[in-house]
Antibody, heavy 126, light 109 residues
Framework: QVQLQESGPGLVKPSQTLSLTCTVS??????????WSWIRQPAGKGLEWIGR???????NYNPSLKSRVTISVDTSKNQFSLKLSSVTAADTAVYYC??????????????????WGQGTLVTVSS | EIVMTQSPATLSVSPGERATLSCRAS??????LAWYQQKPGQAPRLLIY???TRATGIPARFSGSGSGTEFTLTISSLQSEDFAVYYC???????????FGPGTKVDIK
């Protein structure tokens, strides 16, 4: 059973860089041809996809955040990480890491989030 | 960018009753649609992918249907543990982009 766990500072000052790490257990991050993703959720609001990384290091980001986001992977530690620069109060949210599951059939190629971390609250405040 | 909408925003249902939740995409997403359940203080849980395939361990009372721009999640007989917020999510192959709907809260009538 794959498990994911987020870690990192719960408080970040405005204009600084938010840094989080997701540790994957129950399997190798490199096996199974999966992407690994970050998603966030402000209090009382919906979910926003931040970006994803493949174990080769290939990344895709949400265009709305692309200029401030960097996702990296460390396969030796079975971890992937998020950096979000120049944060403001609007970046205050619960941040989740997740595995991107996939499925093929005759109609297409589907991707979804099949395993999630418990989430970690990051507050941006001075 | 594909925009997802969900209706209603809140659905009040009695235990044992049927609940029907709707999700609409601003343009066709084929069957690239997933549904999640989220309870307070918890991460979302995958219920349905490919518009109609139940994820591992999901009870048969949850079913998904639709394709293109109109999708439905049906809970055939609501149990107490089903009161939660439900989100739909689409995946766009190029450029790669995941988008969630705003959610439907299912609460006790």
């Amino acid at each position: 059973q794959v498990q994911l766990q987020e870690s990192g500072p719960g408080l970040v000052k405005p204009s600084q860089t938010l840094s989080l790490t997701c540790t994957v257990s129950g399997g190798s991050i490199s096996s199974g041809s999966y992407y690994w993703s970050w998603i966030r959720q402000p209090a009382g609001k919906g979910l926003e996809w931040i970006g994803r990384i493949y174990t080769s290091g290939s990344t895709n980001y949400n265009p709305s955040l692309k200029s401030r986001v960097t996702i990296s992977v460390d396969t030796s530690k079975n971890q992937f990480s998020l950096k979000l620069s120049s944060v403001t109060a609007a970046d205050t949210a619960v941040y989740y890491c997740a595995r991107v599951g996939y499925y093929y059939d005759s109609s297409g190629y589907y991707q979804f989030f099949d395993y999630w971390g418990q989430g970690t609250l990051v507050t941006v405040s001075s | 960018e594909i925009v997802m909408t969900q209706s209603p925003a809140t659905l009040s249902v009695s235990p044992g009753e049927r609940a029907t939740l709707s999700c609409r995409a601003s343009q066709s997403v084929s069957s690239n649609l997933a549904w999640y359940q989220q309870k307070p203080g918890q991460a979302p849980r995958l219920l349905i992918y490919g518009a109609s395939t139940r994820a591992t361990g999901i009870p048969a009372r949850f079913s998904g249907s639709g394709s293109g721009t109109e999708f439905t999640l049906t809970i055939s007989s609501l149990q107490s543990e089903d009161f939660a917020v439900y989100y739909c999510q689409q995946y766009n192959n190029w450029p790669p982009l995941f988008t969630f709907g705003p959610g439907t809260k299912v609460d006790i009538k």
